[in-house]
């Protein structure tokens, strides 16, 4: 591991079991890497030692006061992604990028579950999907994986890039392109420009799986020498879906066409907008060998990742619906429109800021209050003014959970914001 990371090997030669970032969850036989940002990681080893760590990284002349063996290098975090690029140097060459403005982590999810009937799957957990998590999903794979779905972020031109000079996908995916981290990329052209790195990466005995109904992924085929396959609700892409109705717990079903052949598929996953990102998922795990009818039994029992359209009654038969993991004007809409969909006496929406979005932020801000004031919905504005003056404005999460006393069995509640706004808090209240 050492000569893998360029680092060297202080102490005795132990054997290592995975690799971690979180003193709080290191586990028996791991190797702790700290990392060094806001505050230093360094201070956390001793915790991870007695968590059951068995080595660690450290930046030179950075070694703790701990017995345990260290491999001393000049950067953890680039040493991390060298460790998750000789991990890669073991995997079987089934691995899945998945990006996307919108929805990479259900469809990451979704092609987990579709591949596990057929190969011993690996994917990253939660959105593990940076400089950091990437590597950590390849290194922690177990000996025995056949295929991985890593999911990509990007902040930035380059990012995409780096993630897959790690990763090396075979196979990747681009939900959407949307403007969201506007903010950061300056508009939604830079927004594809960075996500269709992961096209561009690819060998050409690769697949490029692009979404038919966004025609800025769309043109992403012609960056790319790797095959391609298309995804949507269009009937001309090569995967998609007839038939689509959504039952009383937000559940699509729809018919399935491929060229693999056709099957009836129910989801798991809640709201219509689930549909494209399962296409997605069939157009992979067709392509890596998953019989067209294991996939319907994968897309039932997908496990996906938490606080995301969660749905729940609570004792006194408020219906909650919390999709509180992250927001855009994208996935707002969407879920506004699952929440409309719900057989309710009355719909209410609490929601959060949708943050990164640049020069015109309070536009789509406006945009969403007067999409819920269409579908019926009230809502509740937290510590987020740009709503404007057709919502109800509250300073925090207390002051939310106060107004929603008067809530009534028959009620529908949507709770959703971007992850700063940790609006989680509101659907935890109202389910005690």
């Not at 979404?211 to 001309?236: E, I, K, Q, Y």
């Not at 510590?383 to 006393?405: F, I, M, N, S, T």
Request: hydrophobic fraction near 50%; glycine fraction near 10%.
């Amino acid at each position: 591991m050492a000569a893998a990371v360029g680092g060297r090997l202080v102490g005795d030669d132990v054997p290592i079991d995975g690799a971690g970032i979180d003193s709080r969850s290191a586990t028996a036989g791991q190797l702790f890497v700290p990392i060094v940002a806001a505050r230093d990681g360094h201070e956390f080893v001793g915790a991870a030692a007695a968590g059951g760590a068995a080595a660690y990284l450290s930046s030179e002349g950075s070694i703790p006061d701990v017995t345990l063996p260290a491999i001393t290098v000049t950067d953890t975090a680039a040493a991390l992604a060298d460790l998750g690029g000789a991990a890669r140097d073991r995997l079987p060459d089934r691995v899945v990028g998945v990006t996307g403005s919108v929805g990479k982590t259900s469809t990451k999810d979704l092609l987990a579950g579709v591949l596990a009937t057929t190969y011993r799957t690996t994917a990253s957990e939660k959105s593990f999907n940076n400089e950091l998590g990437l590597p950590l999903t390849l290194a922690n794979a177990p000996d025995d994986t056949e295929a991985v779905v890593v999911e990509m972020g990007a902040r930035g031109i380059g990012h995409i890039d780096l993630l897959c000079g790690i990763a090396r996908p075979t196979v990747g995916i681009i939900t959407r392109v949307e403007g969201v981290h506007l903010e950061l990329f300056g508009d939604i052209e830079s927004v594809a420009r960075a996500k269709g790195e992961l096209v561009e990466a690819l060998p050409v005995d690769g697949l490029a799986v692009l979404n038919a109904d966004h025609a800025l992924v769309a043109a992403m085929a012609d960056r790319t020498d790797a095959g391609v396959l298309t995804f949507g609700l269009t009937p001309s892409a090569d995967i998609h879906a007839s038939d689509i109705v959504i039952d009383d717990q937000l559940r699509a079903s729809f018919r399935l066409h491929s060229p693999w052949g056709e099957t009836d598929i129910r989801l798991g996953a809640r709201g219509e907008h689930q549909v494209p990102n399962a296409l997605a998922a069939v157009a992979a795990a067709g392509w890596l060998g998953v019989p067209v009818d294991e996939m319907a039994g994968g897309l039932l029992g997908a496990a996906l990742s938490g606080l995301r359209m969660e749905l729940v009654t609570t004792p006194s038969g408020v219906t909650v619906l919390n999709d509180a993991y992250n927001a855009n004007p994208t996935s707002m809409a969407a879920a506004l429109q699952s929440l409309a969909a719900l057989d309710a006496r009355r719909r209410v929406a609490v929601l959060g800021t949708m943050a990164e979005l640049g020069a015109d932020s309070a536009e789509q801000h406006a945009a969403i209050a007067l999409r819920a004031r269409d579908l019926g919905i009230d809502v509740i504005a937290v510590a987020e003014p740009d709503y404007g003056d057709a919502v109800r404005h509250v300073a925090d999460v207390d002051a939310a959970v106060a107004v929603l006393a008067d809530l009534q069995a028959g009620d529908a509640v949507l709770v959703k914001g971007s992850r700063v706004a940790a609006l989680e808090r509101v659907a935890a209240a109202l389910d005690r």
